[in-house]
């Protein structure tokens, strides 16, 4: 069964609202989630990594106040995309980081649509 | 600059018969490469990784190889099955959480 959960699985919104996706590591604890962003036929980007506690970091490129991520629990990470435009429509997905497996355990995927 | 590279964009192989998926690396600090496998609208699902102290890793019908003075690993699917039909990435990881993505190829299993 699934270990990493992500919801909602899709949404459409209007340009201008922030819509909220949220990923949660299902059966063990997780200080690092991941965020990626693919493109249609494309690799999975990395958007940003969630450390719980603390501030995320971002990589070269993600707008830190476009995408706002909290990691506010041990199971729980946020990613909001703020004032959303039709650019940013996109597929986002998470993953959480399994110490001593050190293996990645991504969700099931965000489809956004912004109109 | 891509550092995982996955030269071929697509393959297509026989049911049962072998499949073998390349990866292509230029970061010699990558230590741990892992695969997964993709289906359209979901998340990858973790198939089989190796470190880089070894050159081999066996799961069942997938096996990975490593050639780090090549920088190259390569995943074999034997037999191979219609269900295996998915997009493969492989990952690499500079001995942080952090993982490298190569840009997937798409492996079709006809009958």
């Known amino acids: 069964g699934a270990v990493v959960s992500q919801h909602p699985s899709r949404v459409i919104c209007k340009s201008g609202t922030s819509v909220k996706i949220e990923c949660r590591s299902l059966?063990?604890?997780?200080?690092?989630m991941f965020w990626y962003r693919q493109f249609p036929k494309k690799s999975l980007m990395l958007m940003a990594t969630?450390?719980?506690?603390?501030?995320?970091?971002?990589e070269q490129g993600v707008e830190k106040d476009k995408f706002l991520i909290n990691h506010a629990s041990l199971t729980l990470s946020t990613l909001t995309v703020t004032s959303a435009h039709p650019e940013d429509s996109s597929f986002y997905i998470c993953?959480?980081?399994?110490?001593?497996?050190?293996?990645?355990?991504f969700g099931a995927g965000t489809r956004l649509s912004v109109l | 600059d891509q550092q995982v590279k996955q030269n071929s964009p697509s393959l297509s192989v026989q049911e049962g018969r072998i499949s073998i998926l390349n990866c292509d690396y230029t970061?010699?600090?990558?230590?741990?490469f892992l695969w997964y496998k993709k289906y359209p609208a979901e998340g990858p699902t973790f198939l089989i990784s190796?470190?880089?102290?070894?050159d081999k890793n066996e799961d069942g019908r997938f096996t990975v190889f490593l050639n780090k003075s090549a920088k190259h690993l390569s995943l074999h699917i034997v037999p191979s099955q219609p269900g295996d039909s998915a997009v493969y990435f492989c990952?690499?990881?500079?001995?942080?959480?952090?993982?490298?993505f190569g840009t997937g190829t798409r492996l079709q299993v006809f009958p």
């Open positions: 993953s959480a980081f399994r110490r001593g497996k050190n293996i990645q355990y």
């Open positions: 059966d063990f604890q997780a200080t690092t």
């Open positions: 969630s450390n719980e506690g603390s501030k995320a970091t971002y």
């Open positions: 970061n010699s600090m990558f230590d741990y």
């Open positions: 190796i470190s880089s102290i070894k």
């Open positions: 990952a690499a990881s500079p001995n942080t959480d952090k993982l490298i």
